[in-house]
């Protein structure tokens, strides 16, 4: 887990990141093992980016809710595209399960070190505690940005 400053468009907000390595459970042995950065920032402070690494030339990125992928450290979360639910095995190494879905209906489901992320994620709510991501909001500047047509 690292912490630095985003200073990128001359802001200075926290940013907080994972590396972690998942175990793709669909994929052959010699490729099950995807690296990811699980990636939280006070400028958008409802959402966690999961960048996987791979083999591909840029990255897949998910964005997802931070709320969403907190929910599933404890049961199953998420609807649509992204569910996150906890390993019911007893074991070593307690498993979280994420589960990415495409519009075509194409699914990947990944397995995470439980302890590891949910200790990542108790370290967001610190930088941005529950309740006060509102606060954190330029509501100014999504109040510009134009809605697609209904």
């Known amino acids: 887990m690292t912490?630095?400053?985003?200073?990128?468009?001359?802001t200075r907000q926290p940013l907080s990141e994972l590396r972690a390595s998942l175990h793709f459970l669909s994929a052959p042995p010699?490729?099950?093992?995807?690296?990811?950065?699980?990636?939280?920032?006070?400028?958008?402070?409802?959402?966690v980016r999961l960048e996987l690494h791979v083999p591909a030339d840029t990255p897949v990125t998910w964005v997802v809710g931070r709320d969403v992928l907190s929910a599933g450290v404890e049961g199953l979360s998420g609807d649509g595209d992204f569910k996150a639910w906890?390993?019911?095995?007893?074991?070593?190494?307690?498993?979280?399960?994420?589960?990415?879905?495409?519009?075509?209906?194409?699914?990947?489901?990944?397995?995470?070190?439980?302890?590891?992320?949910?200790?990542?994620?108790?370290?967001?709510?610190?930088?941005v505690p529950a309740g006060d991501e509102h606060a954190m909001l330029d509501w100014d500047t999504l109040a510009r940005i134009p809605l697609p047509p209904a």
Do not use: I, M
């Open 3 to 10: 912490d630095r400053l985003d200073q990128s468009n001359d």
């Open 30 to 47: 010699e490729d099950s093992t995807v690296e990811c950065v699980f990636r939280y920032g006070a400028d958008d402070p409802l959402a």
């Open 86 to 127: 906890p390993s019911r095995a007893q074991s070593a190494t307690p498993l979280l399960y994420l589960r990415l879905e495409r519009p075509q209906g194409k699914a990947a489901t990944f397995a995470a070190d439980l302890t590891e992320v949910h200790r990542w994620l108790e370290h967001t709510y610190e930088l």
